[in-house]
């Protein structure tokens, strides 16, 4: 594909560089032990969680799970794209970035994207000018008075005025057919069908979006008071999509909690930008508000990455219910060990300006802290559609809760939530439990220095194993190259991500743990084999990791030739064996022999 940077100069590149050194750049690092530790820098924590190791050229957080390459680290803090924090590596050693048929990524799109963030913070700067000077302001400016909001509060969210009018902003700031057209691009300047081009925001206060650098991409604008909402003029209007804006990833307010707060205890998430700003009006600085979507997926990774409690809250009416239960089931697969999710539903007639006005913010608090749990809201709301007094419902209740609970990782709050549910169900669900590795020897760090021991089944072991060590997998290939198709006929879990990092390391013999990692980017398998690189073997010596994952593939190997033997065992006494299977048979018991010859301790 032309413009694309070729693998082998990703991996040549990932070898030359040291992490430490680009994160440290960064971020100031503390040597302890074999690895680095500080805060992290991608969430709020007073104790260090965030850790770089040199020999696996790979950061991980205990805390936020953050994890990857100096890539990763770039692409995360600096909010740099894949071929951006490419180019910056590469530029840091001196080289040039290859791309496939000498294409290079277009310096004018560059250049149009830069000089779109340039026009929105012209445009913010523009709506707060307005807000201050423009003769008809003064009924905004009232606005927010009446809702208690003070300079301060008004300043740090960059509220500002759209005036009435249908040209006040193309006029300001598009004065060339390219600005107008860029206008247009970011959302600002609807065009008609005969050419022209008029505001999208008229007569409106105007709230800014921020992304995570704090740059404009967006806005929400509410429509005044005086104005009486109709079909036309929707109380709230916000930017459509554009090429810096996707409402489904950013957050009203989330900017703004990150400056006000440097520990974030936990996360609220409200209906509108109104009542982000007027909570942060009674210092409850940590509302965010989703724009004009509900909560999604990527909007719960990146609270997760910044608190470990979200607080979802709703009206108490009907569309308040059905909203929650929509997060709720959103949230699901994103509820592993250490989160937790609320929901705090108001009183009827009241928002959450209106409510914390009337009790304070203290009481205001206490209720967020007494809101029903992620697990209490949610059996609550299947026992109120199931009688669980009978059999009848109760079995309705375990149909309807067990794939729901099935979409959580693997952890003790997903056993917790089945062990409820049993409770609940009067019923054993006799959920399957992993098989334990014998003789496994590794811990799992849930914090630098505090490792917990954990049972792995043999292929997590054998791929946790190649991602400490990738080194370890060359004996293994030189010796055994024709059982891989043996292995790949093993039904069981990961075994296929297993052959294909085998396959890679036969080809690559050279990779280090980020730049192998690097070959899952974006993928479900990337963000495995992410946390598996953060699992400590107990053995430090590169030779003792070598049998130790020798004998893991051994034992694989005669899983592989036992399930094998069965089948023409099987076939042997019914005395249906051809005589191709006889020698097959007579050939499976050498190798099981052998197999157990190998697996012996000397």
Known sequence: MAGRIPQQFIDDLLNRVDIVEVVDSRVPLKKKGKEYTACCPFHSEKTPSFTVSQGKQFYHCFGCKASGSAIGFL??????????AIEELARSQGIDVPYEGGQRPDPAVKKAQTDLYDLMQQTDQYYQQQLRQHADA???VSYLKERGLSGEVAKDFGIGFAPDGWDNLLKALGNTPEREKALVTAGMLIKKDNGKCYDRFRDRIMFPIRDRRGRCIAFGGRILPKDQPNDKDAKYLNSPETPLFH????????????????????LM???GYMDVVALAQFDVRYAVATLGTATTADHLQRLFQL???IVFCFDGDRAGRDAAWRALQVCLPEMRDGRETRFMFLPDGEDPDSYIRKIGKEAFEQEIKQAQTFSDYLFKQLTDKADISGIGGRAKLVETARPMLSQMPEGIYRKLMFEQLEKLGRVDLALPQSKPAAGGRFKTSRQPGKKTATSMTPVRKAITLLLNQPGVAQQWLQNETTDQDELSKLDLPGMDLLLEVLEILRISPDLSTSALIERWRETPSGN???QLASEQPELDDSAALEVEFIAVMNALKKQSIDLRYDDLQAKLDRGSLD??????YKMLLQQIYVVKSASKPD
């Open 75 to 84: 692409m995360e803090y600096e909010h740099l794209s894949y071929p951006e």
């Open 138 to 140: 003064q009924t905004a």
């Open 247 to 266: 409402k489904g990833r950013e957050l009203y307010g989330l900017y703004e909690a990150r400056q006000a707060l440097r520990d974030i205890p936990r």
């Open 269 to 271: 998430v409200v209906e």
């Open 307 to 309: 608190t470990p409690e």
């Open 528 to 530: 495995h084999l992410a």
């Open 579 to 584: 005589e191709a299977e006889m020698t097959e």
